[in-house]
C-alpha cells in the first residue's frame, strides 16, 4: 500500500521561507517521479514542481522559477519543496503526489492529504 505524507505547511509574511517534506512509502518504480500540486480557493490547480527520480530531472511552474526548489533524499523516501520569496499568491493547500514517468509529465497517481501554506502579505 502507498501511502504519501506532507508536512512543513504554516503562516509566514510575505517575503518568507517555508520548506514542505513528503515521505513517499510503498512505492517503488524505475521511472516514478514525485511532485507538488498547489490548489487555492477559487483557481485552478497548478503543478508546482516536480522531480524525476530515475535521473533527478526536474520541472517548475512559471510562477515558482527562482523562488522555489525540489530535491530528494533517497534513503530517506522524502522529497522536499523549499519555498522562498513567498508572495500571498502562493497561498494554497500544497499536495504531494507520487506516480509513473509519463515522458513530458508525471503521471500522478497517489495523493497526499495536502498541507495549508498561508503568505500574508
Known amino acids: 500500500q502507498v501511502h504519501v505524507v506532507e508536512s512543513g505547511g504554516g503562516s509566514v509574511q510575505a517575503g518568507g521561507s517555508l520548506r514542505l517534506s513528503c515521505v513517499v512509502s510503498g512505492y517503488s518504480s524505475s521511472r516514478s517521479c514525485i511532485g507538488w500540486v498547489r490548489q487555492a480557493p477559487g483557481k485552478e490547480r497548478e503543478q508546482v514542481a516536480t522531480i524525476y527520480t530515475g535521473g533527478g530531472r526536474r520541472s517548475y511552474a512559471d510562477s515558482v522559477k527562482g523562488r522555489f526548489t525540489i530535491s530528494q533524499d533517497i534513503a530517506k523516501n522524502t522529497v522536499y519543496l523549499q519555498m522562498n520569496s513567498l508572495k500571498a499568491a502562493d497561498t494554497a493547500v500544497y499536495y504531494c503526489?507520487?506516480?509513473?514517468?509519463?515522458?513530458?509529465?508525471?503521471?500522478?497517481?497517489?495523493w497526499g492529504q495536502g498541507t495549508q501554506v498561508t503568505v500574508s502579505p
Open positions: 503526489a507520487a506516480g509513473r514517468d509519463g515522458g513530458t509529465s508525471c503521471d500522478f497517481r497517489y
